[in-house]
């Protein structure tokens, strides 16, 4: 069972900036999610973005997702504190589970 | 909106224990997950089931075992623990058929083997 890979695997930015994280893996997809994770909590999905789309927004959330290069990027637009968190992407293997990436931390400095 | 929620937030046990992580959904979600998180090996799968009475073998089944009786409650076994089942642990619960859908975790378990 394979895992995502994710980059970078800690990002610290200035508030009001953008933050970027890719996550690349290795298989055929249905779909790709992103989750999360405030320290010491359970993770939050975010999105979901599907195999035959491209690009989705949600609020300051930008997903997109390249099939032929099997990465994905999430993009936070106007940075604020309460960004700080772990963020994960997560794709099907097969139908029956999600493999998780190993997340990017993010650090939002006021 | 969907809750999940799990019996402890932090549990102390010690080696050789048989320990109990209850994890109850209220959204009648078919799949239930339950991962463990450990630093820089990210979330790896231990159990599911996608019905009541049912259940499959994840990554890491090794020194666990699962119940599902009833389709809102699935229970993680640790039917001996060690030490190096220190962890975090996450219940999580998704509708539909199979993992295609986005998941409801639970706040986590906090797991210290003595």
Redesign the interface.
Known sequence: SQQGEEDPQALSIQEGENATMNCSYKTSINNLQWYRQNSGRGLVHLILIRSNEREKHSGRLRVTLDTSKKSSSLLITASRAADTASYFCAFNEGAQKLVFGQGTRLTINP | DVK?TQSSRYLVKRTGEKVFLECVQDMDHENM?WYRQDP????R?IY?SYDVKMK?K??IPEGYSVSREKKERFSLILESASTNQTS?Y?C?SSFG????????????T?LTVL
């Open positions: 999940v997950f820089g090996l990210g979330l799968l599911f499959e994840g990554d975090m996450l999580a058929r199979g993992a295609r859908n986005e998941q409801f975790f639970g706040p986590g906090r």
